[in-house]
């Protein structure tokens, strides 16, 4: 990752009333263009102004440069808007949704008679490109009652909407993120005419805008999709085009690459080409089947995770994939999860010949989480202080019923089998084991080959919990210690919590730079109360146990998709599904590259015999292609002198290495789990 830009020490400016903070900006003699270049200033209270922005008092406000997070969403928000109008340019019919800001980018939303093609795009390209270049100003401007805004939005059905709305009062629009209405008064933004002062376009917007589409200095239109207006079935559907824009060319470039990378990296893609798992139409969306190859990750995934519990003291459990509905009754989710659960199955009614009901049914649900199971398991006889920490862990499938627009392969699937322990605790005991798990948690991701990590503080929704407010304020206090003790950056999510409990979660960054959650650690005392867990103190008394949820990787087949896409497909050789190919180069050496193949499996190696009949260099680009860690060919004078070579998935090799070294060198990397892609240079036997 690189080093965060160096800004201008002074990063904060007087503006004094009746200045604008564009001017106060450049007497400060801060950075007026280039990928510094400051766009707005944020006020005392946090909200951005535009650099147009006058006080009516003395105000300090800091600078925000063009290559900070919030200089380069200004930065996105303009460019939406400088889209809108190439839109309407090329399309005049186009009626306009809404255009914000996001992650890397921006989108905006147009109703239009037909879909936006790759052609349609390039044009709008070039058309943005000519309304950047005319360095049109950005303008600010009130309107002084809603009645006015409609009378100039008469033509824009969806802007009026989004006035009436505001008129309403309704929260049914996030405002201050699509940035579309101001906090307060109803706002447009006019893109002026550098040398007429002519309004040349306009759009309903709350801003705040770059000065002028100078700023724009990079930017790219990225495709088109079918959204409904507002996110709403219910409602029309629109069409969107997504674009990027950066604080230069150089960083647009370097996202452009990193996309072409991620796509490379796309575990959908490469589950296909190394025949690792799918997802059959038959089955349904978002619930994936493991081939073989993938069935053999997955099992070495699964064992040393077992492993490390077994040392650390957990104790394996198993529970079942359905449940009558009172469960989670009782545990609350039917009444606060219930959207992310498939619906019930009536069964187990009994009904007579007369159709008379002899016995009522019952609903039974496909289980969202372990936990409600694992407390009975606890519940199931009584407890005494000694027997705690008591750590449950499972391998348990739970399924749930993510909207068909969020499924995405193995990272958002709709069944997949979670890591999943409960730990109950004293209250005594709970800081230690936090604590204790978080290193636990680490260790094991790093084990994995993932090493860069935050953590990410979530707390309570104030709309949305259970629970009284000690026991938050407690059980975060706890979350938020262990957090600041690991030496981890911590960062603060508010609200972020599940209603029941908050939360840790482990964030961690793959080898493209990307973030990733992984590991998340809960501190309830809801459940315990719910279920009526106890425990008797050492004083004879019946005290209630704090319950500690972990899911390490957060479900098997997401940290499967992860490290698909971390390690490009080439996984380390502990866990590749095949680990050597041995490959004769003619039929006289068959024999010879067997026995080699009969030492490794009696080391506990996977190896496979490529004796068919493709030449050699089409041999080693197949397996290459398959990304296996370990080539070993052998020619005649490789048997001659009890040898084989390397050949490795860079391409680099070395030759004639006895069969005894050769077997050695290779059980001791996957004993030893190497993450690393062996090479020539880094590998341990003789060159």
Known sequence: MSAPPVHPESARVRVPAGTTAGAAVREAGLPTSGPSAVVVVRDAEGALRDLAWSPDADAEVEAVGADTDDGRSVIRHSAAHVLAQAVQQVKPEAKLGIGPPITDGFYYDFDVDTPFTPDDLS????????????????????????????????GEPYKLELIDLKGGGSDDVDTSEVMEVGEGELTIYDNVHAHTGDTIWSDLCRGPHVPTTKFIPAFKLMRSAAA??????????????????WESTEQLDAYLTRLAEAERRDHRRLG??????????????????????????????EDYSRRRHEEAGYEFVNTPHITKGQLFETSGHLQWYAEGMYPGMHLDAEVGPDGEVRKPGQDYYL???????HNLIYRARGRSYRELPLRLF??????RYEKSGVVHGLTRARGFTQDDAHIYVTADQLQDEIKSLLQFVLDLL???????????LSTRNEEKYVGTDEEWEAATEA????????????????????????????????????????????????????????????????????????????????????????????????????????????DDQVSHVEGVAKALRSRGIRVEVDAGDDRMQKKIRTHTLQKVPFMLLAGARDVEAGAVSFRFRDGTQVNGVPVDEAVDAIAGWVERRENASPTAEGFPVAH
């Not at 044009?123 to 809603?146: C, H, N, P, T, V």
């Not at 978002?286 to 995934?301: A, S, T, Y």
């Not at 289980?367 to 199971?373: A, G, S, T």
């Open 123 to 154: 044009k709008l390209e070039s058309a943005m490109k000519k309304i950047i270049k005319s360095g049109q100003r950005f303008s600010r401007r009130r309107f002084d009652s809603l009645d006015e805004a409609r009378e100039e939005l008469a």
């Open 228 to 245: 409904y207006w507002r996110g709403s079935e219910k409602n029309p559907q629109l069409q969107r085009i997504y674009g990027t824009a």
């Open 272 to 301: 296909s080409e190394l025949d690792l798992f799918s997802f059959p139409d038959e089955i349904g969306s978002g619930l994936p089947v493991f081939h073989p190859k993938g069935g053999i990750i997955r099992r070495e995934m």
């Open 367 to 373: 289980k969202p989480m372990n936990c409600p199971m």
């Open 394 to 399: 499972e391998f348990g499938t739970v399924y």
């Open 446 to 456: 790093r084990d994995y080959g993932l090493d860069d990590f935050y953590l990410e």
């Open 479 to 586: 979350l938020r210690r262990a957090a600041e003790d690991s030496g981890l950056e911590l960062v603060l999510d508010p609200g972020g919590a599940a209603f029941y409990a908050p939360k840790i979660s482990v964030q961690t960054k793959d080898a493209i730079g990307r973030t990733w959650q992984m590991s998340t650690i809960q501190v309830d005392m809801q459940l315990p109360e719910l279920f009526d867990l106890e425990y008797t103190a050492p004083d004879g008394t019946r005290q209630r146990p704090y319950m500690i949820h972990r899911a390490l990787f957060g479900s098997i087949e997401r940290f499967f998709g992860v490290l698909t896409e971390h390690y490009a497909g080439a996984f380390p050789a502990w866990l590749s599904p095949v680990q050597v190919v041995a490959i004769p180069v003619t």
